[in-house]
């Protein structure tokens, strides 16, 4: 029973998330979060495949992930420079190790 009243409570939560999409850019700023912290954090796959594949909402859909999902922060860009310099760092003790 609990199951099914979270899944009824995920599937309202997903509809409402799509009326906000069909009328994206003109949501307010409390929307606005909302939209982005259900994208960030509670969003599943399924969820955002269901979403992204309702022609209604495409417009504001693909705006909306233009503008806040599919972007680069600094946070990636970080995490990528972190990633290539122990690359680096470890290539360099293997090749030092190696001679």
Known sequence: ?????SSAIALARRAHVEA??????????????????????????????????????????????QQHVDRFTLADLGKGLAFASAMIVLCGLMLFRAF
């Open 1 to 5: 029973m609990n199951e099914l009243n």
């Open 20 to 65: 906000l999409l069909a009328a994206y850019p003109d949501v307010t700023p409390t929307e606005h979060t909302l939209l982005v912290n259900w994208f960030r954090k509670e969003a599943s796959s399924l969820d955002i495949g269901m979403v992204a594949s309702n022609p209604d909402i495409a417009r504001g859909y693909r705006l909306f992930r």
